[in-house]
T-cell receptor, first 115, second 113 residues
């Protein structure tokens, strides 16, 4: 079942601009992860942020987490054409254990960075 | 190089003809899983395995089988494929379920006619 929902579904920007993607989820989480997928290829892990963290950075990526609003954002600064991809959030729901504890993915944001 | 491999990458088959998609990882991960990806639906988990000989259903297991006889391999079996199983399939592995990063294979694009 889908837990995270990304917004917008599609985003088109110019090279050098910043790109912001949002993820909202329904139930409390242990952690939230962001992944990137180049067209038709496997997903690549970007960042994992735990429920007690508010912000994490990795290179040009900045992820924030607001557990009170049940939302997260992924900011890519100074975007490049190579950042063109789909971006997915994945949540680890709280209150589940054993076999029920599975990562659930949203439908993704398609980012296009124009040269 | 740490990786998850899948074979074949592309497969076109006919309804009812049994097929197997192989998945192998070289990171000694205990946890492996299979997902399917369909437009507008994101990734949905088919089956997962916590360790050798331990497998369990995900969200969409109907029409699929898996086995985990060795730690590194986790094949996906479609005993009698149907057109609604046309999809992009991904195998993934990690050290744990939801609290660890998942390493994904390159994907298998399956078309069932």
């Amino acid at each position: 079942s889908q837990q995270g929902e990304e917004d917008p579904q599609a985003l088109s920007i110019q090279e050098g601009e910043n790109a912001t993607m949002n993820c909202s989820y329904k139930t409390s989480i242990n952690n939230l992860q962001w992944y990137r997928q180049n067209s038709g290829r496997g997903l690549v892990h970007l960042i994992l942020i735990r429920s007690n963290e508010r912000e994490k950075h990795s290179g040009r990526l900045r992820v924030t987490l607001d557990t009170s609003k049940k939302s997260s954002s992924l900011l890519i600064t100074a975007s490049r054409a190579a950042d063109t991809a789909s971006y997915f959030c994945a949540t680890d729901p709280q209150g589940t254990s054993g076999s029920a504890r599975q990562l659930t993915f949203g439908s993704g944001t398609q980012l296009t960075v124009l040269p | 190089e740490a990786q998850v491999t899948q074979n074949p990458r592309y497969l076109i088959t006919v309804t009812g003809k049994k097929l197997t998609v192989t998945c192998s990882q070289n990171m000694n991960h205990e946890y492996m899983s299979w997902y399917r990806q369909d437009p507008g639906l994101g990734l949905r988990q088919i089956y997962y395995s916590m360790n050798v000989e331990v497998t369990d259903k995900g969200d969409v297991p109907e029409g699929y089988k898996v086995s985990r006889k060795e730690k590194r391999n986790f094949p996906l079996i479609l005993e009698s494929p149907s057109p609604n199983q046309t999809s992009l399939y991904f195998c993934a592995s990690s050290w744990g379920r939801a609290n660890y990063e998942q390493y994904f294979g390159p994907g298998t694009r399956l078309t069932v006619t």
